[in-house]
């Protein structure tokens, strides 16, 4: 087969969620399958972090207007590759598609009421554009593949679309995310944060992360504690948090806080392990990849007890109401007093991650482009 898979931004320097959820499918697919012939359909970037094989070809498609790139200039590449099929990687995908489409469409969200406003004007067009795409492209895919079986019973609900068009394809991660020497780990960490221990939650401006109320919790836990952790938050700017401080009237715990920024996914192994605990509080998530990377390292983790994240977290879990500030914080303290449910989370998250790997995701991704490109 000639499979074309589309991956605009895995050249950038700050990626994402589905950005590593294309790249390391990829990796794994041309690290395993030697029989089919692959063009990666890409936006030109700094980070090359991936590189041509024997079947795999990288294909740089310039317009940096992200609407024109999949529209116009994607459906142009496409038709001169003439491939069996185009794999769409992040939730949206031509109009016009001149080869049987497969899309992976990682979640709903985009259709479903806000939980409350967002100051990222980038997030909100993204929004508006999925909203206006998405609907009218799923009649068209051959097959849609999502990331949980939660998110795959929400699309077909809130679609109506047919049980056999819709599959679920559990994500992996990457095996770099495992437990490393303390003087290592210390040596990237002290970049991010002074303290040699501390709580680390991924935070970013968009609603479902729930970035006001887990801040809330922290201010709890500081009440209450006898250490008083330092939080180490990535992905969100100083006004952004001063914004979120001032109006849940806890502006006392920013001495306590360290807000650092992007941090690079291969430098996220090091502050995994440097943590006491991760936080991954969100409202809304199909998959939840940061939890499985934090507990490969050993971290315990504290998530919540909705959507996707039970089903990937697993019973033996941390999980949480995220709307309550007080759960999330006397979970932080039951950690920090008691050392055997501390211990008991540690060795539970290494069971855990076993069962996802991007070698299962990438060959179950072969069954479905071999079933597309045979109708």
Known sequence: MKIAI??????????????????ETIRELQKTDKENEYYILVSPGNDRC???????????IGNSVYPLWEQ???????????????????NTAPLYCPAPLVLTLHDIIFLEPKQTGNKSWYQNLGRIYRRLVVPRILPRCK??????????????????????????????????????????????????????????????TDPKKNTPRTLKAYSLYLKQSG???????????????????KEERIEEIKPYLSYPGYIPNKELVYLYNGAFAFLYTSLRE???IPL???????????????????????EGCILVTPTSETEIAAKLIELEENEDFYNRQKQYG???????????????????????AAR
Not at 150 to 177: C, H, S, V, W
Request: glycine fraction near 4%; charged fraction near 25%; aromatic fraction near 10%.
């Open 143 to 204: 097959k849609i593949i999502t990331v949980s079986y939660f998110e795959r019973d929400q699309i077909q609900k809130a679609l109506q679309l047919p049980a056999a068009q819709i599959t679920a394809i559990y994500n992996g991660f990457n095996t770099y995310f495992k437990p490393v020497p303390i003087a290592e780990t210390r040596a990237v960490t002290k970049k991010y944060i002074e303290a040699d221990n501390y709580l680390f939650f991924l935070g970013n």
């Open 350 to 372: 290494f069971r855990r991650v076993k069962d996802f790997l991007w070698e299962k995701t990438a060959r179950e991704l072969q069954k479905i482009y071999t079933q597309v």
């Open 227 to 245: 250490q008083k952790l330092p939080l180490l938050i990535a992905d969100l700017k100083e006004e952004i948090i001063d914004s979120i401080l």
């Open 286 to 288: 199909s998959f939840g």
């Open 50 to 60: 991936l590189k041509e094989s024997e079947n795999v070809h990288i294909l740089e």
């Open 72 to 90: 116009v200039a994607l459906p142009r590449a496409v038709k001169k590759i003439k491939p069996d099929l185009l794999h769409c990687t992040s």
């Open 6 to 23: 589309e991956a605009q931004r895995i050249f950038r320097e700050n990626k994402h969620g589905m950005d590593f959820v294309a790249l």
């Open 292 to 314: 499985l990377e934090a507990m490969s390292c050993g971290t315990p983790v504290i998530t919540s007890n909705t959507s996707a994240l039970p089903e990937i977290a697993g």
